[in-house]
């Protein structure tokens, strides 16, 4: 792609989820979003293969439903209040629609159907950007509008994203298909908290990037996209099949881990509201979700690949990867945990 028009749909992706950052009108917002959307596109379909396209066209009918779905609601706030505030969402009704709208754009269950499809038909590096830059401006706005939203709906959405995410990776062999649903998987987490505790949501989602930015650069890497050529990765590469391991459990949730951390306070926040059910429904499913990341984790460090092409070992030659972004992304998704006392405090 042309650097020129790369700088300017970059640009138009900070613009849009900047704009959605900032403002406080409906109007302004929505603009955010369709920036977003339409910045993105592009960089979807760059690789002109039939698959390619095919997500494109998903990613696009989509998001646009969601966001006719989002101003429609907007409007109808405006006309029955006649308020263009973000955060004076009155009519139950307008925020149903509204959360429902968000569901469809971040890939919630049950409205999920896109996400794996959808992150299957792309590269690597554009399924990053859609699996972390794409979902800020969401929850820029989810986390304004959490007071008006009911919170029996989202508690239904997060127990149901855990379940739909643990379930749906299990007969999974291509790896973006799997982060597609620890994607669902960690929103359902991220959802379920949101209205007892938004700065949980918040930490959890500030892990989850960088956990995921982690994942994806080593995969990036290994030039893997299924489970049976991640197995040459450890013949490749010694340390960085450790660190893949370790940021895979950590994606999981297993201690003493970054990603424990946000599982934890939010159980905890959970029983102290005395939702104990469904504490007990998303720990159960965490373990289904850690199963996958153990598949991959034996695929990655306990098996060898039979391709001898593969065996010629490079990891004593120079890298030209991104080995800063790379050792710092992994740093904090696998040694956080022991500050778990301040980020509570910062909660608090």
């Known amino acids: 792609m042309n650097p020129t028009v790369l700088t300017i749909l970059i640009s138009s992706l900070g613009l ?74 009155i009519n139950p009704t307008s925020a149903t629609l509204a959360l429902t709208a968000l569901a469809l ?26 699996s972390t830059w794409q979902k800020l401006a969401p929850f820029a706005i989810l986390l304004q509008l959490y007071p008006s939203l009911n919170p029996n709906l989202l508690l239904f959405l997060g127990i149901l994203s855990t379940i739909i995410g643990g379930w749906g990776g299990l007969n999974q062999t291509q790896l973006r298909k799997i982060l597609a649903y620890s994607s669902i998987a960690n929103l359902g987490w991220m959802i379920t908290i949101l209205h007892y505790a938004p700065n949980l949501t918040l930490l959890n989602l500030i892990l989850y990037i960088i956990m995921t930015l982690t994942t994806f650069l080593l995969f990036k890497i290994f030039n893997s996209t299924k489970i049976n050529s991640i197995a040459s ?24 881990l970054s990603g424990f951390m946000p599982k934890w306070l939010i159980l905890q926040e959970l029983t ?20 996958f990341y153990l598949r991959l984790c034996y695929a990655t460090t306990l098996t060898m690949s039979p391709n001898p092409i593969n065996m010629s070992s490079s990891w004593r030659t120079k890298s030209n990867h991104p080995t800063l972004i790379l050792l710092t992304s992994a740093t904090l998704s696998i040694l956080l945990l022991p500050l778990t006392p301040s980020f509570f405090t910062l909660i608090l």
């Open 105 to 130: 754009k971040i890939g919630l269950a049950p409205l999920h159907f896109w996400l794996p499809e959808v992150l299957q038909g792309l590269d690597l590096t554009t399924g990053l950007i859609l």
């Open 16 to 89: 849009g989820t900047t704009l959605t950052f900032i403002g406080s009108h409906w109007l302004l917002v929505w603009m955010g979003l369709e920036i977003n959307t339409l910045a993105i596109i592009p960089l979807m379909i760059h690789q002109h293969h039939p698959r390619a396209v095919e997500a494109t066209t998903k990613y696009f009918i989509t998001q646009a439903t969601a966001s006719a779905l989002l101003l429609f609601a907007s409007i109808t706030n405006a006309w029955t209040s006649g308020e263009w505030s973000l955060t004076e969402m």
């Open 272 to 291: 102290k509201q005395n939702l104990f059910i469904p504490a007990t429904i998303m720990a159960l499913m965490a373990l289904l979700s850690l199963f």
């Open 233 to 256: 990765s450890s013949t490749k590469s010694p340390l960085l099949s450790i660190i893949t391991l370790l940021t895979l459990l950590s994606l999981g949730g297993l201690p003493p």
